[in-house]
């Protein structure tokens, strides 16, 4: 399953909303995560199942989709968000993630 | 604190063999399925491996089948990935996730640099 994420990148300022998605090249029901990766670390699991929070993440994180198309949402940017965020889709294996969307201070 | 923490990364020359080694602690580790995700210098994550509960299921990535092994010690909380005839291309960031039935990879560890080169 390919995973197409967009935009590459993106330029915002703090207290900005901002979306970014991912679609995959066939129905995986829902199966789709959104990571946060700053350098240097480890991907951190902010969104599983398109739109569970996971615990510990601010709510300003949302994620909507179904089907092929997701979106991850950010309100109220924080400057603690600029980062690359990356979707997976575990529905079936091979696991594949999009190539990435690098959140930049404009 | 649910944790894993990588070891046994290190300089490997090509053809080479290693064996990296995911310590699971703060969980019940025998419950969950874990995965190998890798991140070469410059490049997004790239799923290599699973392992399901009870080694029942294993899935690789056609970049690593028939090199790579993965493997589990539920007695010990040990998850393994023994690397065998590496390649450049190998080089990488490699990372243990844990795999909830829920979805999402909710666990990792801070990662083990393999570098293959001579």
């Known amino acids: 399953i390919q995973m197409t994420q967009s935009p590459p990148s993106l330029s915002a300022v703090v207290g900005d909303r901002v979306n970014m998605t991912c679609r995959a090249s066939?129905?995986?029901?829902?199966?789709l995560g959104w990571y946060q990766q700053k350098p240097g670390k480890a991907p951190k699991l902010l969104i599983y199942?398109?739109?569970n929070l996971q615990s510990g993440v601010p709510s300003r994180f949302s994620g909507t989709g179904s089907g092929t198309d997701f979106t991850l949402t950010i309100r109220r940017l924080q400057p603690e968000d600029f980062a690359t965020y990356y979707c997976?889709?575990?529905?079936?294996?091979?696991?594949?993630f999009g190539r990435g969307t690098r959140l930049e201070i404009k | 604190e649910e944790q894993l923490v990588e070891s046994g990364g290190g300089l490997v020359q090509p053809g080479g063999s290693l064996r990296l080694s995911c310590a699971a602690s703060?969980?019940?580790?025998?419950?969950?399925?874990m995965n190998w995700i890798r991140q070469a210098p410059g490049k997004g994550p790239e799923w290599i491996a699973y392992?399901?509960?009870?080694?029942?299921?294993?899935y690789y990535a056609d970049s690593v089948k028939g090199r790579f092994t993965v493997s589990r010690d539920d007695a010990n909380k040990m998850m393994y990935l023994q690397m065998h005839s590496v390649r450049a291309e190998d080089t990488a960031v490699y990372y243990c996730?844990?795999?909830?039935?829920?979805?999402?990879?909710?666990?990792w560890g801070q990662g083990t640099t393999v570098t293959v080169s001579s």
């Open positions: 997976l889709q575990d529905f079936s294996f091979p696991y594949t």
């Open positions: 703060g969980f019940t580790f025998s419950s969950y399925s």
């Open positions: 199942a398109t739109s």
């Open positions: 392992i399901g509960s009870l080694s029942n299921t294993i």
């Open positions: 066939q129905d995986i029901r829902g199966d």
């Open positions: 996730t844990r795999d909830p039935v829920m979805g999402g990879l909710d666990v």
